[in-house]
């Protein structure tokens, strides 16, 4: 099945891969590409190192040079796949990178420091730069002893911000992609540790890494509406990554190592096993209907349930799996 899935799959080890051909494909070779975004017809990515790096692989349409098949990398030569030289993400560890809606901006979070770099992409390769700092802490001991920006996306005109350390939204003003210094901080419930977010067209459903809760802030008021659990499962509930789409939200669970799908009311409809410590996940649609496609970062494992999307919404079992060492970011042909 995976033969038919255009992906473009993101690593903890030194890999980043594409699938959609009879045989899975080296793509571009960097230390630890853990995410990864689409932005004027070419793909950029994090190099979630200590000292953070973003990079450019061109037009991600063919084989990269020295493309080789994904089982043959053991001791392979190959060319990095790499459009020009890294440049640095302005702190430390960054595990997410956004673009702007027109692809004019890069956004780029630093987990360890909790700097956000806003980076212009130009004809030339990259032009202005803008570091958004932050200080403050949570109660979680040893998760927030710092600010830890997680998660960045432009909403109604606006980039925010997931800090995970500080339990806070960063809400800053954008004027043409470029984001004012002073942002607008929205408190999240103290030990949620706040990591990504999906918009539903007028509030944000935030995922709590830390407390295994969803947040609904409204985008008009700016406050939290509503916090609720989301999960049940047996097992820790560390959550990851979030999406909103037709009409539910489901939710990665690390620990349980389930999916959570939620209803409108955000009530929990179902709890699906998946792969060991589901990092990220993206919905795909396929020939043989939609499915939810899942990155398994301890299994080394990408993975497949199917999603029923004609009457209620639900989200089948595993039927399909690919090895892929560490797996962080699931990427759908043009749509990340």
């Known amino acids: 099945m995976f033969h038919s899935l255009d992906l473009i799959i993101g690593t903890g080890a030194h890999h980043v891969f594409r699938t959609g ?11 630890r590409p853990t995410f990864l975004t689409r932005a004027q017809g070419a793909i950029f990515g994090v190099s979630e190192v200590g000292h953070g790096k973003i990079f450019r692989i ?56 909790g700097v956000v770099r806003a980076v212009e ?30 998660f960045a996306a432009v909403v109604d005109g606006h980039l925010v911000i997931a800090d995970l350390g500080t339990d806070h939204l960063r809400v800053h003003p954008l004027i ?64 990851s990554h979030i999406v909103f789409a037709r009409g539910v939200t489901i939710v990665g669970v690390r620990g349980s190592n389930t999916l959570s799908v939620l209803d409108e009311h955000l009530a929990i409809v179902q709890e699906i096993p998946t792969a060991a410590w589901p990092r990220h996940f993206a919905v795909a649609n396929t020939k043989s209907g939609a499915a939810v496609v899942v990155a398994g970062e301890r299994s080394d494992e990408v993975v497949r349930h199917p999603l029923e999307i004609r009457g209620a919404v639900r989200l089948g079992e595993i ?16 749509e990340f």
């Open 319 to 334: 039927t399909d799996r690919i090895k892929v060492p560490t797996p962080m970011f699931i990427g759908v042909g043009e």
């Open 21 to 31: 051909g009879a045989k899975p494909r080296h793509l571009a070779q960097i230390e």
């Open 176 to 239: 043409e992609g470029r984001p004012s210094l002073e942002p607008m901080l929205v408190r999240m419930p103290a030990g949620s540790g706040p990591r990504h977010f999906a918009h539903t067209g007028q509030a944000l459903l935030v995922a709590g890494e830390l407390d295994g809760s969803i947040s609904e802030v409204s985008t008009s008021s700016w406050q939290v509406e509503r916090t609720v659990p989301a999960a049940t499962a047996k097992g820790d509930h560390y959550l």
């Open 58 to 113: 061109g037009d991600g349409l063919g084989p990269a040079a020295g493309t080789i098949p994904l089982g043959g990398l053991h001791g392979a030569s190959i060319a990095n796949g790499l459009d020009g030289e890294p440049i640095a993400s302005g702190g430390s560890h960054p595990c997410h990178i956004a673009a702007s809606l027109d692809g004019g901006w890069l956004y780029v979070s630093n987990y360890g420091d």
């Open 121 to 150: 992409v130009t004809a030339e390769g990259f032009g202005q730069v803008i570091d958004l700092t932050h200080a403050g802490s949570g109660p979680v001991s040893d998760r927030q002893t710092g600010p830890h920006a997680h």
